[in-house]
C-alpha cells in the first residue's frame, strides 16, 4: 500500500512538471551545483557545454583561475559523481556530456549554452 503511494506521487509530480527534458536536465544541474555550493562550477559547466572534444581537470582548472581565486577539484569531483550518466570520462582523463551514450544530453548540452551565457561571464583577459 505505501509502495503504491510514494509511486503514484511521484507518477503525479512528473506529470505536474512543464519542463522539457533539457530544462529539466539543465535544472538538475543547477541544483546539484547549489547544493555543493560552488558556483565556479557553473563555469565549468559552460566551458565543458562549449567544447565538442572535452576537457580534462586540468583544463578546467586553469580556464576557472582566470576568474576565480581557486579550483576546489573535490567539488568537481562531487558534481561529476553526482551527475553520473551526464558524463563520460576518456581515458586521457577528458571530460565531456553523455552524448553518445544518452541523446537527451546532446539537447541539454546546446540547452545550457543558450541558458547560461547570461549567468556565466569568463573573463580571458
Same mark, same amino acid.
Given at each position: 500500500?505505501? $509502495?503504491?503511494? $510514494? #509511486?503514484?506521487?511521484? %507518477?503525479?509530480?512528473?506529470?505536474?512538471?512543464?519542463?522539457? #527534458?533539457?530544462? !529539466?536536465?539543465?535544472? *538538475? +544541474?543547477?541544483?546539484?551545483?547549489? /547544493?555543493?555550493?560552488? &558556483? @565556479?562550477? /557553473?563555469? @565549468?559547466?559552460?566551458?565543458?557545454?562549449?567544447?565538442?572534444?572535452? *576537457?580534462?581537470?586540468?583544463?578546467?582548472?586553469?580556464?576557472? %583561475?582566470? /576568474?576565480?581565486?581557486?579550483?576546489? @577539484? *573535490? =567539488?568537481?569531483?562531487?558534481?561529476?559523481?553526482? +551527475?553520473?550518466?551526464?558524463?563520460?570520462?576518456?581515458?586521457?582523463?577528458?571530460?565531456?556530456?553523455?552524448?553518445? +551514450? !544518452? &541523446?537527451?544530453? /546532446?539537447? @541539454?548540452? =546546446?540547452?545550457?549554452?543558450?541558458?547560461? *551565457?547570461?549567468?556565466?561571464?569568463?573573463?580571458?583577459?
Amino acid at each position: 500500500d505505501g $509502495i503504491d503511494n $510514494i #509511486t503514484a506521487y511521484q %507518477l503525479q509530480l512528473i506529470q505536474d512538471v512543464s519542463l522539457t #527534458t533539457s530544462q !529539466l536536465c539543465v535544472w *538538475l +544541474m543547477n541544483a546539484a551545483i547549489e /547544493k555543493i555550493g560552488n &558556483p @565556479a562550477l /557553473k563555469d @565549468a559547466l559552460y566551458f565543458l557545454s562549449i567544447t565538442h572534444v572535452g *576537457l580534462c581537470e586540468n583544463d578546467l582548472e586553469s580556464l576557472i %583561475l582566470l /576568474k576565480y581565486n581557486s579550483w576546489n @577539484a *573535490l =567539488d568537481f569531483t562531487l558534481f561529476i559523481r553526482y +551527475m553520473g550518466v551526464a558524463f563520460i570520462q576518456y581515458n586521457d582523463g577528458r571530460y565531456t556530456f553523455a552524448n553518445d +551514450m !544518452l &541523446p537527451v544530453c /546532446k539537447v @541539454a548540452r =546546446d540547452f545550457i549554452i543558450y541558458s547560461l *551565457l547570461d549567468q556565466v561571464t569568463p573573463s580571458l583577459d
